[in-house]
């Protein structure tokens, strides 16, 4: 079946520092990927996402390539502000079968210091 | 000016009473879903609508029940609450079959099975 797998959290970053949070992913096909975030006490909210492979997503200054030979679209930021601090969950849409439902993987909470 | 709200926003009630947590939309999107967040489960879908009377199972679904008898709202029911069902529920809403375009969630309601 379709599954997503991230790496675990937390991860804690000095402020300015790089950013990359694992996502690799089971699928048949060309399943179509997001990054979403969830800040504290609230839902998630798209960040980004991209629909076929070599596709790059971007948004507020992260973006994840969508990497078919490797199952892969992690997720980067240059430079991570301590407002980045939130659970970030990387998920897939299916491209056939699985209902055309959303798919997530178990998150990952960054927390981002000064 | 939130397209989707949950409530209440916190439950707390007692093991084998009933329960209903309510979703309502202004966007006039198709599609509604029910997931519940648990800590290493991510988010894991309950139930889904693609339409006012059409209602699927999800995953999780043992234990819930739905209904959606007009576009807006989505009532997801507890049907005897018990201890494992003590979790954040989040509803989500999305125009596009299987969110392609990215789902809209509301902030959750936390429920506590006593």
């Known amino acids: ?19 990359t949070i694992n996502c690799t992913y089971t699928a048949t096909g060309y399943p179509s990927l997001f990054w979403y975030v969830q800040y504290p006490g609230e839902g998630l909210q798209l960040l980004l996402k991209a629909t076929k492979a070599d596709d790059k997503g971007s948004n507020k200054g992260f973006e994840a390539t969508y990497r078919k030979e490797t199952t892969s679209f992690h997720l980067e930021k240059g430079s991570v502000q301590v407002s980045d601090s939130a659970v970030y969950f990387c998920a897939l849409l299916p491209a056939t079968g699985g209902g055309n439902k959303l798919t997530f993987g178990t998150g990952t909470q960054l927390k981002v210091e000064l | 000016d939130a397209g989707i709200t949950q409530s209440p926003r916190h439950k707390v009630t007692e093991t ?53 008898s007009k576009t807006e709202d989505f009532l997801l029911t507890l049907e005897s609450a018990t201890s494992s069902q003590t979790s954040v529920y989040f509803c989500a809403i999305s125009e596009s079959q299987g969110g392609f375009y990215g789902y809209t969630f509301g902030s959750g309601t936390r429920l506590t099975v006593v």
């Open chain 1, 1 to 19: 079946g379709n599954s997503v797998t991230q790496m675990e959290g937390p991860v804690t970053l000095s402020e300015e520092a790089f950013l």
């Open chain 2, 16 to 68: 084998g009473t009933p329960v209903t947590l309510r979703c309502h939309q202004t966007e006039n999107h198709r599609y509604m879903y029910w997931y519940r967040q648990d800590p290493g489960h991510g988010l894991r879908l309950i139930h889904y609508s693609y339409g006012v009377k059409d209602t699927d199972k999800g995953e999780v679904s043992d234990g819930y029940s739905v209904s959606r």
